[in-house]
C-alpha cells in the first residue's frame, strides 16, 4: 500500500507569513505532483516533478514555489501568504511508468487570514 | 490540449438505485489514460479504475462497472445498488503523452446517497 505523507494536516496563519507544506512518500516514486483543491471541487494541477532536481508548473498557475532535491522530499512553498491562498493543497505520486495510478496524501487544508 | 468534463454538478439517488456517472474528454493523442477517483467525506483520494486508450473492454468490479467509448470519447462510471458509503465526490481523470503523462482532472461528480 502507498506511503505519503502531508503535514501539516491543517494550517491557519497571517498574511505576509512565509510557508511551507511538507510532502514525503516512502515509495520511491520518481513523479510527484502538487494540487491545489477548493473544498470538493475540482482539482487543479500546480506543480510536478519527474525526478530530483526536475520541477515543473502545472496547469494553474501559482505564486508557489517547489523544489525536488531527494526523490523522497517535494516541499512546496509560499514566500508571502495571501488570503487568496485559503485551499487545499493535495499531494500525490506515482511510478515511473507511463500508465500509472496516483496515491493521494491526506492534503493540508491552508487558512490565510 | 488535454480536457475532462463532468457534466453532472450532483447527483442524489436513493439507496439500492442504479447511477452513472458521465465523463467526457477531449485529447489530440492517440495514446492516453483515463482514471476514476473516489474522494470521501475524509478527503482522501482513493483510486478506483484505469483504463488505456487501446483497450475498449468494458469493466465490471463488484458493483461498479465502467463503459469506455472512444467514438464518444466517454468514459462512464456506473454504480449498480448504491449504498450510502458510496457518497462520494468522484473524479474522472486524463494523463496523456504529450501532455508528460501529467494527471488532469475534471471537476467531479457529488454523489449523494440517501437511506
Known amino acids: 500500500e502507498a506511503d505519503i505523507y502531508q503535514t501539516p494536516r491543517y494550517l491557519v496563519i497571517g498574511t505576509g507569513k512565509k510557508i511551507t507544506l511538507e510532502c514525503s512518500q516512502t515509495?520511491?516514486?520518481?513523479?510527484m505532483y502538487w494540487y491545489q483543491q477548493d473544498p470538493g471541487m475540482e482539482l487543479h494541477l500546480i506543480h510536478y516533478s519527474y525526478g530530483v532536481n526536475s520541477t515543473e508548473k502545472g496547469d494553474l498557475s501559482s505564486e508557489s514555489t517547489v523544489s525536488r532535491i531527494r526523490t523522497e522530499h517535494f516541499p512546496l512553498t509560499l514566500e508571502s501568504a495571501r488570503p487568496s491562498h485559503t485551499s487545499q493543497y493535495l499531494c500525490?505520486?506515482?511510478?515511473?511508468?507511463?500508465?500509472?495510478?496516483?496515491?493521494f496524501g491526506s492534503g493540508t487544508q491552508l487558512s490565510v487570514l | 490540449a488535454q480536457k475532462v468534463t463532468q457534466a453532472q454538478t450532483e447527483i442524489s439517488v436513493v439507496e439500492k438505485e442504479d447511477v452513472t456517472l458521465d465523463c467526457v474528454y477531449e485529447t489530440r493523442d492517440t495514446t492516453y489514460y483515463l482514471f476514476w477517483y473516489k474522494q470521501p467525506p475524509s478527503g482522501e483520494l482513493v483510486f478506483l479504475i484505469r483504463?488505456?486508450?487501446?483497450?475498449?473492454q468494458n469493466e465490471i468490479s463488484g458493483r461498479y462497472s465502467w463503459n469506455f467509448q472512444k467514438s464518444t470519447s466517454s468514459f462512464n462510471f456506473t454504480i449498480t445498488a448504491s449504498q450510502v458509503v458510496d457518497s462520494a465526490v468522484y473524479f474522472c481523470a486524463l494523463s496523456e503523452a504529450t501532455g508528460g503523462f501529467k494527471t488532469i482532472f475534471g471537476a467531479g461528480t457529488r454523489l449523494f446517497v440517501k437511506a
Open positions: 483504463r488505456n486508450s487501446f483497450d475498449e
Open positions: 500525490a505520486s506515482s511510478e515511473r511508468k507511463t500508465n500509472e495510478k496516483l496515491f
Open positions: 515509495m520511491g516514486h520518481d513523479k
